[in-house]
């Protein structure tokens, strides 16, 4: 079984900055991928950036230049930096892992959700 436990979510300002950590756990055997996505009211999910194992990293165009996705050497926790947070950014961040278990299959896993609200 595995858990991804999100932390780092909250109440911002513009300008203001945040990080997001993603802890993975559980009988697995290789962690590869790990990623973001978020949610705003009345939109879809979108991706807001991802990292390999090998460290190669993605961003949508929108968060380039403000977000930096890393991760610890263990490879079983992401952070997110976000600086320089706009309104637009308020959504629930959602972790994303890919993840082959102990004697089971490779799949994608879910955190639960944080918030991110940035606002005045």
């Known amino acids: 079984q595995v858990q991804l436990v999100e932390s780092g979510g909250g109440l911002v300002q513009p300008g203001g900055s945040l990080r997001l950590s993603c802890a993975a756990s559980?009988?697995?055997?290789?962690?590869?991928?790990m990623g973001w996505y978020r949610q705003a009211p009345g939109k879809e999910r979108e991706l807001v950036a991802d990292i390999s194992r090998g460290g190669t990293t993605n961003y949508a165009d929108s968060v380039k230049g403000r977000f930096t996705i890393s991760r610890d050497n263990a490879k079983t926790t992401v952070y997110l930096q976000m600086n320089s947070l706009k309104a637009e950014d308020t959504a629930v961040y959602y972790c994303n892992s890919n993840i082959t278990i102990m004697r089971g299959p490779t799949m994608d896993y879910w955190g639960k959700g944080t918030l991110v609200t940035v606002s005045s």
């Open positions: 559980g009988r697995m055997y290789r962690i590869n991928a």
